[in-house]
């Protein structure tokens, strides 16, 4: 079992940049691929990206490929999820989440735990 804990959510203007952080507990961290989500107000949860679990592969959904970078470190036990030219559509609460997993990575029901989330608000 894995617990997840986002941070390094908040308020930044349009063409800035945040980094989301998302620490784990549990001794199998490097046993589980780790995504990243969001959800904005009256949308459905969707997927942003994806790590394995070396971090030597990655995939990122087409609305941020480009500016976002995800990436891990299993000896910190840590996601990591670097915005650049952030835009206002951005906004929404990101959620870090683990999986078993590699097949079906960008589905929400693919994943096993979930973190709290953090709020990203992106004003224009």
């Known amino acids: 079992q894995v617990q997840l804990v986002e941070s390094g959510g908040g308020l930044v203007q349009a063409g800035g940049s945040l980094r989301l952080s998302c620490a784990a507990s549990?001794?199998?961290?490097?046993?589980?691929?780790m995504g990243w989500f969001r959800q904005a107000p009256g949308k459905e949860r969707e997927f942003v990206a994806v790590?394995?679990?070396?971090?030597?592969?990655?995939n990122y959904a087409n609305s941020v490929k480009g500016r976002f970078t995800i990436s891990r470190d299993n000896i910190k036990k840590m996601v990591y999820l670097q915005m650049n030219s952030l835009k206002p559509e951005d906004t929404a609460v990101y959620y870090c989440?683990?999986?078993?997993?590699?097949?079906?990575?960008?589905?929400?029901?693919?994943?096993?735990?979930w973190g709290q989330g953090t709020q990203v608000t992106v004003s224009s």
């Open positions: 549990g001794h199998t961290f490097s046993s589980y691929v």
């Open positions: 989440a683990a999986s078993s997993s590699w097949s079906g990575n960008w589905a929400v029901r693919s994943y096993d735990y």
């Open positions: 790590v394995n679990w070396s971090g030597g592969s990655t």
